[in-house]
């Protein structure tokens, strides 16, 4: 039972671009969400994180979103740039416990 | 401040062989946690260490355990190997909530 989704594997955008990944979620105990950025041969990079008493939280070029009523997040990175081209992971962890559900991530294209 | 480090990076055993896997996490971070990645499965929860006790623990089999040591570094160990069981394992450190991932080690069973 995968809790935390990415349905789409991959995405394609234009250097200057706004991309939006995005995230859906069915344990409504999850309280807090992260994302992280993946280059091959390396570990997964935080990017950006938002608790479940907000709706929005941005850093720099990048935008988290989270709907709870629709147990969805997303991530907006603008303009996006060509170093942008990572996988992308999602993640939620339960209320109380340090244990993080991740999502099966997204691979992001920036064409320049 | 160092990031975190895992030893050995690459890995190649046979089925029904043993292997450990070490963590050594930042500084100061007393949680560390480990995961399994494979292709389209994404990061797949193994467990958590905090104070040299294991405080979660995700859905594999009893051959997948670990420990972590005083000083907060941890090891993996996979027992009785099996092909399934090529990935990425990733160790992650943490302070409060945010994790900060090593480079993994990439084992590969034959």
């Known amino acids: 039972d995968q809790q935390v989704k990415q349905n789409s594997p991959s995405l394609s955008v234009q250097e200057g671009r706004i991309s939006i990944l995005n995230c859906d979620y069915t344990n409504s105990m999850f309280d807090y969400f992260l994302w992280y950025k993946k280059y091959p041969a390396e570990g997964p990079t935080f990017l950006i994180s938002?608790?479940?008493?907000?709706d929005k939280n941005e850093d720099g070029r990048f935008t988290v979103f989270l709907n709870k009523s629709a147990k969805h997040l997303s991530l907006h990175i603008v303009p996006s740039q060509p170093g942008d081209s990572a996988v992308y992971f999602c993640?939620?962890?339960?209320?109380?416990?340090?244990?993080?559900?991740f999502g099966t991530g997204t691979r992001l294209k920036v064409l320049a | 401040k160092a990031g975190v480090t895992q030893t050995p990076r690459y890995l190649i055993k046979t089925r029904g062989q043993q292997v450990t896997l070490s963590c050594s996490p930042i500084s100061g971070h007393r949680s560390v946690s480990w995961y399994q990645q494979t292709p389209g499965q994404g990061l797949q929860f193994l467990f958590e260490y905090f104070s040299e006790t294991q405080r979660n623990k995700g859905n594999f089999p009893g051959r997948f355990s670990g420990r972590q040591f005083s000083n907060s570094r941890s090891e993996m160990n996979v027992s009785t190997l099996e092909l399934g069981d090529s990935a990425l394992y990733l160790c992650?450190?943490?302070?409060?909530?945010?994790?900060?991932f090593g480079p993994g080690t990439r084992l590969t069973v034959t």
């Open positions: 938002i608790s479940s008493i907000k």
């Open positions: 993640a939620a962890s339960l209320r109380g416990t340090y244990k993080y559900i």
């Open positions: 992650a450190s943490s302070y409060a909530y945010e994790q900060y």
